[in-house]
């Protein structure tokens, strides 16, 4: 069974900036695909950063440029790192891992979950 548990969540003004952290597993961080995810309510659950066992991300078009994942396989954490945060940022954000091939924004390939963490993004 793989644990994940996010940190770092909160209440920003708009330009600011919030970094969120998520413990994994010990050994999993540097096997699996790692991702965060987020869900806004009244809205489907969408990718935001993945990165995979040997490093190579995948950032999505809504967020690149603001938005950097990275992950310290000694410290088995890996970290969404995020800029000029905007009002429609505003969701729960979960952290993901995905222990099949491949590694892309897509939730129905991970197979395990943490709670998430709220972000809240105000004008």
């Known amino acids: 069974q793989v644990h994940l548990v996010e940190s770092g969540g909160g209440s920003v003004q708009a330009g600011g900036s919030l970094r969120l952290s998520c413990a994994v597993s010990?050994?999993?961080?540097?096997?699996?695909?790692l991702g965060w995810f987020r869900q806004a309510p009244g809205k489907e659950r969408e990718g935001v950063a993945v990165?995979?066992?040997?490093?190579?991300?995948k950032i999505a078009d809504s967020v690149k440029g603001r938005f950097t994942i990275s992950k310290d396989s000694n410290k088995n954490t890996v970290d969404l790192l995020m800029n000029n945060l905007k009002p429609e940022d505003t969701a729960m954000y979960y952290c993901?891992?995905?222990?099949?091939?491949?590694?892309?924004?897509?939730?129905?390939?991970?197979?395990?979950w943490g709670q998430g963490t709220q972000v809240t993004v105000s004008s």
């Open positions: 993901g891992a995905d222990a099949g091939w491949g590694c892309a924004l897509d939730d129905t390939d991970f197979d395990y």
């Open positions: 990165i995979d066992f040997d490093g190579t991300t």
């Open positions: 010990t050994y999993t961080s540097s096997s699996y695909c």
